[in-house]
């Protein structure tokens, strides 16, 4: 008894991604291709064209001529025209058996058809054919989900010339939006499809465009874009049998590296290969000619195994502990085409890691130093990066090799702990390869450390200097870059606070409030609401947390910073830096100091205070300094002095001194990695 077929079911259990809208138009193509091998021997006597259809719509006046121009109508239907063999009896029989076996050896699956009902509401066809009686006959009809073939009519034909006329009539809106727009991306797509048609040794039919007055042909658009030279070669993979197309495309006929999946002689995956073999990452070079390299991998295997939809393949990506391990998986066939690609470009290849390498050197040498002493850790092909490569893409990629060899060396100190024969040659070359590693990833945590440091005063250089209107930075913008504002060390981690560029003896500190009310700090008991930019507490020496023992002195550190030139230093606390510098330090000594814990210290009013006054010396704040009888420095940059009424060291330092006390001071370390001083 026979089995009926629904073909609702079988169209509601047939996949087509929005990715791949055109495949319907693809499987028109190869249909007409396949059609047009078997009525003629020549390739010069065929002719396929593929008619675009768009609504005739009228855009809107935008009152943007730009818009308006690139403008495109939607693709409505597309027409597949071809003086093939004809849809004969043979060929009607075929199209009507869901699954069909007829031209399995194509590598036809019978389910193209079904793409079409996928992606378009109806098709029709008409085409001539040879009958039985050696008579020219016509067919037409029409194909839909509801009703399959519907509307079949039989003729005599007048017609000198066999041929189909497949019509894709209203294209649905999901796919519709996700296919490409314009002739030459619709070309391109169908060429790539169908590429291996173009480089067989018969060669490809004649296949024409036709958008309205548009008119590409694929032959011509083929040679623009695509193959400069070609070789072909087999691998095995468990004893299955693999044939690779190795193809030099010219530059611009596609952006990235590509291994093309075939079933069928047709595309089924397109694999982009940046980065999956050393120095592969975009345009190679051969000698002065430059291409891109594409490589098309066909097997009776994946003939065997490709989905009835050819959207993908019925093979596991791995095989290892699976039931049968005899078959080749996704990844080794991969691996192995790989290795004969990366054979195939092998001086193109040496070329391009040679570069590759080169881009990692000069960026280590003269923007990211804290990588050199990791970089012969690094395996040679991870180094082979695209020399066109962007700094910050480069810089996550040496950092995440960073944090792949912190995440080994943890593992591998495990293994070396672990070990019990410790006094033998191998496990002592064991510690020593550990050490070094360990040795190299803390000589990189320093240089980064030190970079950083190169950077922050690199910005501070920038912040102090005017702008292309004349006009300085704000003070909180100068203050940002020293510490965080509206924060205190509780809040805020020591590494994004940058005190080393006013004096290296206040990172070391209890207690740091950054623009936050005096009343507000817990080392006060003040109920001030004044604002001091910077106040540290420091307790000199160990605390120790026993009876009997008294906490020992501390300091206070008061830091004011004034908006570049700022030339308004009038007497007074409330325009001059210097009095407000002493009377915040004041205010925290009559507000009975205390530690974080709320202990207090002992006679806070004697504590030693230090006040820094950060300002570019204009007229004003020269005034201001010599009326506190404070002394030039030697450089003539800044001011310093002590107040003994206040017990407070003074420290008045223009923005050019603050900048180079802080390059001078890590000078060593700068040149010690490379890095210029301004």
Not at 343 to 370: C, I, M, T
Not at 383 to 408: A, F, N, R
Not at 614 to 627: A, G, M, N, Y
Request: charged fraction near 25%.
């Amino acid at each position: 008894m026979p089995i009926n077929a629904s073909l609702t079911g079988r169209l509601r259990n047939t996949s087509l991604p929005k990715s791949r809208a055109l495949m319907p138009l693809f499987e028109a193509v190869v249909n007409a291709i396949q059609a047009v091998d078997e009525a003629h021997s020549d390739m010069d006597s065929t002719l396929i064209e593929i008619v675009i259809v768009r609504d005739q719509q009228i855009p809107l006046e935008l009152g943007d001529d730009s818009q308006t121009s690139a403008y495109v109508e939607p693709i409505n239907s597309f027409i597949v025209i071809d003086n093939g063999e004809g849809f004969h009896n043979r060929n009607m029989e075929s199209f009507e058996t869901l699954d069909s076996e007829y031209r399995s050896a194509y590598g036809c699956r019978g389910v193209g058809r079904l793409l079409w009902l996928k992606a378009f509401e109806k098709v029709e066809v008409i085409s001539r054919y040879v009958g039985a009686e050696e008579t020219m006959k016509e067919r037409e009809f029409v194909f839909t989900a509801a009703s399959g073939v519907s509307d079949h009519q039989f003729r005599d034909s007048q017609a000198s010339e066999t041929g189909s006329e497949v019509r894709l009539l209203s294209f649905k809106e999901i796919y519709r939006q996700s296919a490409p727009k314009n002739t030459l991306p619709i070309a391109k797509s169908i060429l790539e499809h169908c590429l291996w048609y173009f480089v067989r040794a018969g060669g490809a039919p004649n296949i024409i465009i036709i958008d309205g007055s548009e008119c590409l042909n694929l032959h011509s658009v083929f040679a623009e874009y695509m193959l400069t030279s070609s070789e072909t070669q087999q691998i095995i993979v468990k004893h299955h049998p693999f044939n690779l197309l190795h193809l030099r495309l010219k530059v611009g006929s596609r952006p990235t590296p590509q291994l093309n999946w075939c079933a069928a002689n047709r595309v089924v995956l397109e694999e982009n290969l940046f980065g999956k073999v050393p120095g592969l990452h975009g345009k190679l070079k051969d000698g002065e000619e430059e291409f891109i390299y594409a490589c098309f991998l066909m097997s009776s295997f994946l003939d065997n195994f490709v989905r009835p939809e050819r959207t993908g393949f019925d093979i596991p990506e791995v095989t290892e502990g699976a039931l049968d391990e005899d078959e080749p998986s996704m990844s080794d066939i991969r691996e192995a085409a790989l290795a004969s690609a990366a054979q195939y470009l092998h001086s193109s290849l040496a070329e391009a890691r040679e570069a590759g390498r080169a881009r990692v050197e000069h960026f280590v040498d003269n923007k990211a130093p804290r990588y050199r002493p990791i970089l012969r850790h690094i395996d040679e092909d991870k180094l082979s990066v695209d020399p066109t490569i962007g700094d910050k893409d480069l810089e996550l990629q040496l950092h995440k090799y960073l944090s792949d060899l912190e995440m080994d060396l943890l593992a591998e100190g495990q293994r070396v702990l672990e070990s019990e024969n410790i006094e033998d040659q191998e496990y002592s070359e064991k510690l020593q390869t550990y050490l070094d590693k360990v040795d190299d990833i803390k000589k990189s945590d320093l240089a980064a450390y030190v970079s950083r440091r190169k950077v922050i005063l690199d910005l501070l250089a920038k912040a102090i200097s005017a702008n292309k209107d004349g006009k300085y930075a704000r003070e909180d913008v100068i203050h940002s870059l020293i510490m965080p504002m509206r924060a205190t060390s509780d809040d805020v981690a020591h590494a994004a606070s940058n005190l080393w560029i006013i004096d290296e003896g206040l990172a070391f500190h209890n207690y740091l409030a950054s623009d936050k009310p005096i009343s507000s700090m817990p080392i006060t008991s003040s109920t001030s609401a004044l604002e001091p930019d910077l106040l540290a507490l420091k307790v000199e020496g160990p605390l120790l947390v026993a009876e009997g023992e008294s906490l020992p002195l501390a300091s206070i550190v008061v830091v004011e910073i004034k908006r570049p030139m700022r030339d308004d230093a009038a007497p007074g606390p409330e325009k001059d830096p210097l009095a407000q510098a002493l009377r915040y330090l004041d205010r925290v000594r009559e507000g009975q100091v205390k530690t974080v814990k709320g202990r207090p210290i002992p006679r806070s009013e004697h504590i030693p205070g230090f006040c820094y006054v950060i300002s570019d010396l204009t007229r004003t704040v020269h005034e201001r300094c010599k009326q506190s009888s404070l002394r030039p420095t030697q450089d003539g940059l800044g001011y310093f002095g002590y107040n003994d009424n206040y017990k407070a060291y003074i420290e008045v330092m223009s923005f050019d001194r603050l900048l180079n006390m802080a390059n001078q001071r890590n000078r060593a370390f700068f040149d010690r990695l490379g890095l210029p001083v301004n």
